[in-house]
């Protein structure tokens, strides 16, 4: 009984340091811990979508607006275009179709001229106007109570050809097809003619086409749609 009285002092006060020796560690260790810096997390960017540093640019193309604008004199909008080789050196050509801004193709009195032009491509990436008719292109109430006749234009190989529809229970066609004469680099009527048909038997179509044999040398400037099918 005498020695646990004496030693539990001892053996107190020694716990008593230990633990106070282990806080002291403790505390030590939790200070000495350098804290880490807060990164901001790195923003990337999703295809297609602009930062910060990105800067907006649009590059002009063979078919873009700003290249086709210089050809469409004021008072006109372009109705149509097509691509496709006109003169036979691999690059890209243009024909455009316009129209009058004030045209109201609703109406069966609009006889208006519709400008086609033919536009080259330059290595450059630009075009240049080669040639111009007035004529070529029927006026929007030229196909009768068929509407509009005018379908489009077709390219292949420098020759180019002018689609029209129209009638009414008689039905019609008419393709009028230019080809590219290198010698002078000019493009001449190299064909023209169409179906006709009735709407109540469309399966006896008759058709009819002409060629230089008939017409002889046309300049596609000097084209005139009525004056051909007045003849």
Known sequence: MIYTIK????LVV????GAAACQSNSTKSET?????AATAPTQKATPG???ANSAAYVSATPDSAQQLAPFIPAGYKLLDATSGDLNLDALPDKVLVLQKLNADTTTMGDTL????LLLIGEPNHRYRLAARNERAVMCSSCGGMMGD??????IKKGFFSVEHYGGSAWRWTHIT???YAPVDQQWY???EGGDSFHAADPEKVETHIETTKDFGRIAFPDYDYEARLAE
């Open 149 to 154: 006749p005018y379908q489009g234009i077709t």
């Open 189 to 191: 009527l190299h064909r």
């Open 113 to 116: 001229n519709r400008p086609l």
């Open 49 to 51: 979508e602009k930062t």
């Open 32 to 36: 000495d811990t350098p804290a880490t």
């Open 14 to 17: 020694i716990l008593w340091l």
């Open 7 to 10: 030693k539990a002092p001892c």
């Open 177 to 179: 097809t230019f080809k």
